[in-house]
C-alpha cells in the first residue's frame, strides 16, 4: 500500500509539474474542463437513479385492477340476466363509461412501459371492449323479451288447461282436448329443455307441437284461441332468442378481456420492474463512482491534511442520506404490501357482509366439484333470495336493508359448519355451498335451519322487520358435477329457487336435476 501511494505521488507530482508549467490561462481551461467532465459524469449517474415514481405505478395497477373489477361484475350480471334474474338494461350499459375512462388513463401511462408488449396488450384490450360492448348492445335487445317471454310461458299454458279442464273442454270432442293437454304439456317440457340446452332437433319436435296446437284454435271460443296465440308468440320468442343469446355469450367469453387485462398487468409491471433494475444498475455505477471520488478525496486529504475534517464531514452525511433512503425505502414498502393485502381481499369478499363474492365462490366451487369427482362425493348448492326485504329497504331505508343483510349472514354462518361455504352475489341473493352431503335428507336439514335463523331475524336497529327466503337446492355428484360446472349447478339451484317463489315462498325446493347417487330425489321440499 505505502509503495502505490508512493508511486501515486510521484504521478501526481508530474502533473503538477507539467500544470505549473503551462499557461495560467490554459491551466484554469483544463481544470474547468476536467471539473465539469466530473461534475457532468455525476450529474448524469445521479439522474439515471432517481426512483421510478411510486405513485403514478400504484395509480395505474389500481386503474386495472378497478377495470378487472368492473369487468368481473359486467359478466357477472350478463350471467344473471342469462338464468333469468331481473338485470336492468342500464346495469348492463352502465360499466362503459367508466371502463372507457379508465382505458384511456392506462393508455396515458404507456409511455413509461418499455418495448411493444405493453402497446399491443393495450390496443388489444381496446378492440376487446369495444367488440363486448357491441355484443352486449345486441344481448340486451335480445334478453328482455326472452326473459318475458320464459316468465310468461308457464302460467300461460296453465291458464290454457284451466279453461280446457272447464267448459271449453266440455264443449270439444274429448280426445281432442286430451290430444291438446298431451300436446301442451310437451311443449312445455321442450322448451325449457330447449332454453337449457337448445338443439335444432329439439327446436323442430317443439315447432312440430305448436303447428298441431294452433291448429286447434277453430274448434274453441276467440277467448281461448287468444290464448294459444299468445303461447304461440312466447314460444316463437324463445325459439328465435335463446341460441342467438347463447352464441353472443359465446363470443363475449371468447373474447377472454379478464385475460388480455390480465397480460396488460403482466407487460406493465414487467416495465416497471425493468426500470427499477435499471435504475439499480446506474446505481451501482454511481456507488463506484462515488467509491473513485472519495479515493481521489482521501488521496487529496493525504496530501493536504488541513481538508480531513471537511471530508469526514461529507462522510458521515451522505452515510445518514443513505440510512434515511433506506428507512423511506423500508416504510414505502410496508404500505404498498398492506395495501396490496387490502385489494387482494376486497376482490374476493363482500365489502358490507364480510362474505366471499362470487368471483370467489365459483372459484371454490369449481375446486369442490373436483374434490367430488375423485371422491365420488356430492357437492349442494344453496341459492337463497330473501323474501320481504324490499319492503324493508322501501319502509325503514337502506341503513336497515344493510344491517339486516348483515344479521342474515351472521345467523345463517352460525348453523352452518367450519367447512361450509356462505357467499354474497349481491343484493339479496346468498348462496350456501356444502360438501360431502350424502342424501337430500341432510341437504333438507340444513335448508330448514337456514330458513329457520334467516325468519327469527324481527327487529333491525330498532325497527320491527318481517322477512322470510325462498330457496332453492342443487346437487352434482362425482365426474358427471365436474363436467357439469359451477356455472351450471348455480344456475340449477338458481331456478330451484325460483320455484320456491312459485310455491308460495317462505320455502325451499329440490332442483329435479339434483344427483345424489341412487337414491330417490323428491320433486321439491315440503314445508318446513
Known amino acids: 500500500m505505502s509503495r502505490f501511494l508512493q508511486q501515486t505521488d510521484r504521478v501526481f507530482a508530474v502533473l503538477m509539474r507539467r500544470l505549473e508549467a503551462m499557461d495560467p490561462r490554459r491551466r484554469m481551461r483544463y481544470g474547468a474542463t476536467a471539473a465539469l467532465a466530473l461534475v457532468a459524469l455525476l450529474a ?89 360492448a357491441e355484443l352486449v348492445a345486441q344481448f340486451r335487445t335480445l334478453n328482455p323479451p326472452l326473459r318475458a317471454a320464459l316468465l310468461s310461458l308457464p302460467p300461460a299454458l296453465a291458464d290454457l288447461k284451466t279453461e280446457l279442464g272447464g267448459i271449453e273442454g266440455a264443449l270439444a270432442p274429448g280426445r281432442v282436448v286430451v290430444r291438446l293437454d298431451a300436446l301442451l304439456n310437451d311443449l312445455l317440457a321442450d322448451t325449457l329443455r330447449y332454453n337449457l340446452a337448445p338443439s335444432p332437433a329439439l327446436a323442430r319436435r317443439i315447432a312440430g307441437n305448436l303447428a298441431q296446437i294452433e291448429a286447434q284454435k277453430g274448434r274453441f271460443s276467440l277467448a281461448v284461441s287468444e290464448q294459444i296465440d299468445a303461447l304461440a308468440r312466447d314460444t316463437r320468442i324463445i325459439l328465435s332468442n335463446r341460441p342467438r343469446e347463447n352464441e353472443i355469450e359465446a363470443r363475449i367469453a371468447a373474447l377472454e378481456t379478464g385475460e388480455v387485462m390480465a397480460r396488460l398487468g403482466r407487460e406493465l409491471d414487467r416495465s416497471f420492474q425493468a426500470e427499477v433494475l435499471e435504475r439499480q444498475r446506474y446505481r451501482g455505477f454511481l456507488f463506484a463512482y462515488s467509491i ?13 491534511r488541513r481538508s480531513y475534517r471537511i471530508i469526514n464531514d461529507v462522510n458521515r452525511r451522505l452515510s445518514a442520506a443513505n440510512d434515511t433512503l433506506e428507512h423511506r425505502v423500508a416504510e414505502r414498502t410496508a404500505e404498498l404490501e398492506e ?161 320456491a317463489k312459485q310455491a308460495g315462498k317462505g320455502t325451499f325446493v329440490i332442483s329435479p336435476n339434483a344427483h345424489w347417487g341412487g337414491e330417490a330425489v323428491p320433486e321439491g321440499a315440503p314445508a318446513p
Do not use: C
Not at 473513485?292 to 493536504?304: Q, T, V
Not at 376482490?347 to 366471499?356: E, F, N
Not at 340444513?446 to 346437487?475: F, T
Open 292 to 304: 473513485l471520488l472519495l479515493a481521489l478525496l482521501a488521496y487529496a486529504g493525504w496530501r493536504l
Open 44 to 132: 448524469f449517474l445521479y439522474t439515471r437513479t432517481t426512483g421510478v415514481d411510486v405513485d403514478t405505478q400504484n395509480r395505474v395497477m389500481f386503474d386495472l385492477h378497478e377495470l378487472q373489477q368492473i369487468d368481473a361484475e359486467w359478466d357477472t350480471n350478463l350471467l344473471r340476466a342469462h338464468i333469468g334474474s331481473n338485470v336492468g338494461d342500464v346495469r348492463l350499459a352502465a360499466p362503459l363509461p367508466r371502463m372507457n375512462e379508465l382505458t384511456a388513463r392506462l393508455a396515458e401511462a404507456l409511455p413509461m412501459a418499455r418495448g411493444r408488449g405493453a402497446q399491443q396488450a393495450h390496443a388489444e384490450l381496446v378492440a376487446s371492449l369495444r367488440t363486448k
Open 339 to 499: 395495501q396490496s393485502a387490502k385489494l387482494a381481499r376486497l376482490a374476493q369478499h363482500d365489502s358490507l357482509t364480510g362474505l366471499i363474492n362470487y368471483g370467489q365462490l365459483t372459484r371454490l366451487l369449481e375446486l369442490a366439484l373436483v374434490r367430488a369427482a375423485r371422491r365420488d362425493s356430492v357437492v349442494v348448492a344453496m341459492f337463497i333470495d330473501l323474501d320481504g326485504f324490499k319492503a324493508v329497504n322501501d319502509t325503514w331505508g337502506h341503513a336497515t336493508g344493510d344491517l339486516v343483510l348483515q344479521l342474515v349472514a351472521r345467523r345463517v354462518q352460525k348453523v352452518l359448519r367450519a367447512e361450509d361455504v356462505l357467499a354474497r352475489l349481491g343484493g339479496d341473493e346468498f348462496v350456501v355451498m356444502l360438501e360431502g352431503v350424502g342424501s337430500p335428507e341432510g341437504a333438507l336439514r340444513v335448508a330448514r335451519l337456514v330458513l329457520d335463523q334467516i325468519e327469527g331475524i324481527r327487529e333491525a336497529d330498532g325497527n320491527p322487520v318481517s322477512i322470510s327466503a325462498s330457496i332453492g337446492i342443487a346437487s352434482a355428484r362425482g365426474r358427471a358435477g365436474a363436467e357439469w360446472g359451477a356455472a351450471a349447478l348455480l344456475a340449477d339451484a338458481d331456478q330451484a329457487m325460483y320455484a
